[in-house]
């Protein structure tokens, strides 16, 4: 079964493809079935609605790598649950309840990250524990719905962040350890605050709203000296 592209974007951080996840579990095993012979396996060994994200983020990457002609090898995972691409390909996977994606990106430096996040309101407010003291007060004044949509844009670029950053770090980075400021028109003011002083890092993030989604890009680069 081909899988069912939500969208296929080229960003400014990659090219990124949104495979729309199949409900029931049989359409789930037949997109699995399409997936070379070492993430099937992986796939079948997984329970159903874990193997539903995994397989469309499986299936996303390989639409993606396919856009930049890479051939569809297996795509495994490192010891820190990130995909592991080839020589001079960054890329990242995202999955929510109806969809998955992956970006890829020709990079040899820099690292990338993908996240996407239904843009719904939450029933729970998680301002506290993923924003820091002066990214909350940048919320002031907006009512509960925009500024639940604000927190999720910003728990989704940090979330991207993450992504590309783990390969440089490879530790659990807090959500508090970085600031993220979005600006109309889809980027965004960012500025760590690395508990262990890593760095300096380039770090770009790329945001945008559509489809009741919201997805989030970053791209991160070491920059001049460790510290
Ligand atoms: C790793 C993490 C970002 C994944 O986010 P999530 O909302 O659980 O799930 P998503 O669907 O968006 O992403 C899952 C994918 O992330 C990728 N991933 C997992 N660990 C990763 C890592 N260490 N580095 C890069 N990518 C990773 C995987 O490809 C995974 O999909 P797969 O297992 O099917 O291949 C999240 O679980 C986490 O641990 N966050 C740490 C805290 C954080 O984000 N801090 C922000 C600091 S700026």
């Known amino acids: 079964m081909a899988p069912d592209i939500a969208f296929d974007l080229t960003l400014e951080h990659g090219r990124c493809v949104g495979v729309t996840l199949p409900e029931a579990a049989e359409a789930v095993d037949a997109l699995a079935e399409t997936l070379a012979a070492a993430e099937r396996a992986r796939a079948f060994d997984l329970p159903i609605p874990r193997r539903r994200t995994w397989t469309g983020g499986r299936a996303a990457m390989r639409e993606a790598l396919g856009r930049l002609g890479f051939p569809a090898d297996a795509v495994a995972t490192d010891d820190r649950g990130a995909p592991v691409l080839p020589p001079g390909v960054r890329g990242s996977i995202t999955h929510k309840e109806r969809i998955a994606a992956a970006m890829v990106a020709l990079e040899s430096s820099a690292c990338v990250g993908v996240d996407v996040e239904m843009d719904i309101a939450r029933s729970h407010d998680i301002a506290s524990r993923v924003l820091r003291?002066?990214?909350?007060a940048?919320?002031?004044g907006l009512d509960a719905a925009g500024r639940a949509r604000e927190v999720l844009l910003r728990f989704s670029a940090k979330e991207a962040i993450y992504k590309a950053l783990d390969p440089f770090v490879r530790r659990y980075v807090d959500f508090k350890e970085m600031s993220v400021?979005?600006?109309p028109g889809g980027a965004a003011l960012v500025t760590p605050y690395?508990?262990?002083?890593?760095?300096?890092?380039?770090i770009e993030v790329r945001w945008r709203r559509f489809d009741g989604i919201v997805l989030t890009t970053a791209r991160i680069e070491r920059v001049g000296q460790p510290r």
């Not at 003291?133 to 909350?136: M, N, P, T």
């Not at 262990?196 to 380039?202: D, K, L």
């Open 194 to 202: 690395l508990r262990e002083g890593e760095g300096p890092f380039a």
């Open 138 to 140: 940048e919320l002031v």
């Open 181 to 183: 400021s979005p600006r």
């Open 133 to 136: 003291d002066a990214e909350r």
